[in-house]
């Protein structure tokens, strides 16, 4: 009996609970609506784009040589040292070489000695002319009188005038040929002159270009080899380094060595200066190496101020292709299976729909759009797992940030 009463008195306490806590449920209400996504879009819109490729190098000079000696001699005197900019020709130091001295002197009076035996052979042959000239017309005379009046001259009188004739003819073409070897000995002495006049001048070290001086290897009273001498390493002057224009050699990956020309443009920046230079492609290998796979390409950096400095690292970015005024679209936006694309839009009636899309050249974040999307439409950016076509979804238009291109 107790029991029974226990439980219809918990009974009433849960009636009476259930009465004061709840509300009345109309027939037909429902929950209120969920409200609708709020997702991110880009605006389609005209754009530049490039496709870019960025390569890192270190610059090198132009040309750089180590200034050797072509005769061997003492450094007399050296007028440059590292760091001093100097022209074309411009005297870099004078070798002191007295033998060389001695031989130009030879070589000189050997060559007026040549001059004296050539006018010496000129007049014997004006000699040997002159006495021909004389025995040649006796002759005719005597031969002339023995014709016209035979018998008037002895024949003995005819062949001694007819021998001199000869033989002053005959001294004629020896005084020819002497003159004529007398001759070829003065073109030789003029030759020695000039040979040891030249290696005489070899004693003045030029600069062949103009430049820097990068290093200096002698100090005055060295004794300097010939830079020919194949018998030893004969230890150079100095170092110069052409760097008003500077080389950059990039290793161009094999997949756009088709992609690179002569004169194509190049930014070249410096990371230690924070400034951008102008450079252009000015040679390329034409080879690809099978053991990097890329191909060297130098480019061209103007450097008239000296700003560069050769071993800079530089960062070039190699303009490839390049599209003005297309339109364009984060690359956030593209969904990609296999070879097709696909970006949803929003409608005006804010609701999604997924379009396939052709796609351009394709930049750091950017693409460009062939087909499939109009200037002034809205795509979605961003995380599209929870999105799908038809949904109805509040746009909030953002900007995407542009890479480098």
């Given at each position: 009996?107790?029991t029974?009463?226990?439980?219809?008195?918990?009974?009433?306490?849960?009636?009476?609970?259930?009465?004061?806590?709840?509300?009345?449920?109309e027939g037909?209400?429902?929950?209120?609506?969920?409200?609708?996504?709020?997702?991110?879009?880009?605006?389609?819109?005209?754009a530049?784009?490039?496709?870019?490729?960025?390569?890192?190098?270190?610059?090198r000079?132009?040309?750089?040589i180590?200034?050797?000696?072509?005769v061997?001699?003492?450094?007399?005197?050296?007028?440059?040292d590292?760091g001093?900019?100097?022209k074309?020709?411009?005297?870099?130091?004078?070798?002191?070489?007295?033998?060389m001295?001695?031989?130009?002197?030879?070589?000189?009076?050997?060559?007026?000695?040549?001059?004296?035996?050539?006018?010496?052979a000129?007049?014997?042959?004006?000699h040997?002319?002159?006495?021909?000239?004389?025995?040649?017309?006796?002759?005719?005379?005597?031969?002339?009188?023995?014709?016209?009046?035979?018998?008037?001259?002895?024949?003995?009188?005819?062949?001694?005038?007819?021998a001199?004739?000869?033989?002053?003819?005959?001294?004629?073409?020896?005084?020819?040929?002497?003159l004529?070897?007398?001759?070829?000995?003065?073109?030789?002495?003029?030759?020695?002159?000039?040979?040891?006049?030249?290696?005489?001048?070899?004693s003045?070290?030029?600069?062949?270009?103009?430049?820097?001086?990068?290093?200096?290897?002698?100090?005055?009273?060295?004794?300097?080899?010939?830079?020919?001498?194949?018998?030893?390493?004969?230890?150079?002057?100095?170092?110069?380094?052409?760097?008003?224009?500077?080389?950059?050699?990039?290793?161009?990956?094999?997949?756009?060595?088709?992609?690179?020309h002569?004169?194509?443009?190049?930014?070249?920046r410096?990371?230690?200066?924070n400034?951008?230079?102008p450079?252009?492609v000015?040679?390329?290998?034409?080879?690809?190496?099978?053991?990097?796979?890329?191909?060297?390409?130098?480019?061209?950096?103007?450097?008239?101020?000296?700003?560069?400095?050769?071993?800079?690292?530089?960062?070039?970015?190699?303009?490839?292709?390049?599209?003005?005024?297309t339109?364009?679209?984060?690359?956030?936006?593209?969904?990609?299976?296999?070879?097709?694309?696909?970006?949803?839009?929003?409608?005006?009636?804010?609701?999604?729909?997924?379009?396939?899309?052709?796609?351009?050249?394709?930049?750091?974040?950017?693409?460009?759009?062939?087909?499939?999307?109009?200037?002034?439409?809205?795509?979605?950016?961003?995380?599209?797992?929870q999105?799908?076509?038809?949904?109805?979804?509040?746009?909030?238009?953002?900007e995407?940030?542009?890479?480098?291109?």
């Open positions: 009996m107790r029974t009463c226990i439980c219809i008195f918990w009974g009433l306490i849960v009636v009476i609970g259930n009465s004061c806590g709840s509300k009345p449920v037909n209400s429902i929950a209120p609506a969920a409200e609708s996504p709020i997702v991110a879009v880009a605006r389609v819109a005209p530049d784009l490039a496709k870019t490729e960025l390569l890192t190098a270190e610059f000079p132009y040309q750089e180590e200034v050797h000696a072509k061997a001699g003492y450094l007399k005197q050296i007028f440059v590292v001093d900019r100097v074309v020709g411009q005297t870099l130091a004078i070798l002191e070489v007295p033998e001295t001695d031989d130009v002197v030879h070589a000189a009076a050997a060559m007026r000695r040549s001059e004296a035996e050539v006018q010496h000129r007049e014997e042959m004006a040997s002319e002159a006495v021909h000239d004389a025995a040649h017309l006796a002759y005719q005379r005597l031969a002339e009188v023995s014709k016209t009046r035979p018998n008037l001259v002895a024949q003995q009188e005819i062949d001694d005038a007819r001199k004739d000869l033989a002053s003819e005959a001294a004629v073409s020896a005084a020819k040929a002497s004529a070897a007398a001759q070829q000995a003065l073109d030789v002495s003029k030759s020695d002159v000039q040979r040891t006049n030249t290696m005489a001048a070899y003045k070290i030029t600069a062949p270009f103009t430049g820097v001086i990068s290093k200096r290897y002698a100090d005055t009273g060295a004794m300097i080899q010939a830079g020919t001498s194949s018998q030893s390493q004969a230890m150079p002057l100095v170092r110069l380094s052409q760097i008003d224009l500077l080389r950059l050699i990039l290793p161009v990956p094999e997949q756009i060595v088709a992609r690179i002569i004169g194509q443009p190049v930014e070249v410096v990371p230690s200066l400034r951008t230079f450079g252009k000015a040679r390329f290998s034409d080879t690809v190496s099978t053991a990097t796979r890329t191909m060297e390409t130098e480019v061209d950096v103007p450097n008239p101020n000296l700003q560069l400095v050769p071993g800079m690292y530089a960062e070039a970015l190699l303009t490839l292709d390049r599209r003005e005024n339109l364009a679209i984060p690359l956030q936006a593209v969904s990609i299976q296999g070879d097709k694309a696909t970006v949803f839009v929003v409608n005006r009636e804010n609701k999604v729909e997924e379009r396939p899309v052709r796609l351009g050249i394709q930049t750091a974040n950017r693409a460009e759009v062939i087909a499939g999307l109009n200037d002034g439409d809205f795509v979605v950016v961003g995380n599209r797992s999105i799908q076509a038809g949904l109805k979804v509040n746009p909030k238009q953002v995407v940030a542009k890479a480098s291109e």
